[in-house]
């Protein structure tokens, strides 16, 4: 299992977050996405919210590549979701035009 930590910022508008923390709930998830993410290698995917910056940890197989994600995106459903995500969402200072979720260095790791 490899492990990657993204980070992104929604608007900073408390109505914003609120309806993005609640388009991410359990209940109100869409189905087509989470099977997209799964059939990505994603195993297990967390996001971690302070103020209105975000922080995503992704579990991955040995399937994953942010290529193969990248074409799954493709798909219409994910398309409609990531255009919906976007009225949320900023680029954090030093992000790529366009860029969305970027990946963190990891910089300490707890020795065992």
Known sequence: MKRYCLALDLINDAELIEKYKWHHAPENL???I???IKAAGVTDMEIYLFGNRMFMIMEVD???SFERMDEINQHPKSVEWEDLMWGFQQAVPGAKP?????????VFKMPQ
Do not use: A, I, R, Y
């Open 98 to 106: 366009g860029e969305k979720w970027v990946l963190m260095e990891q």
């Open 62 to 64: 040995d399937t994953f």
């Open 34 to 36: 989470m099977q997209n």
């Open 30 to 32: 869409w189905p087509q």
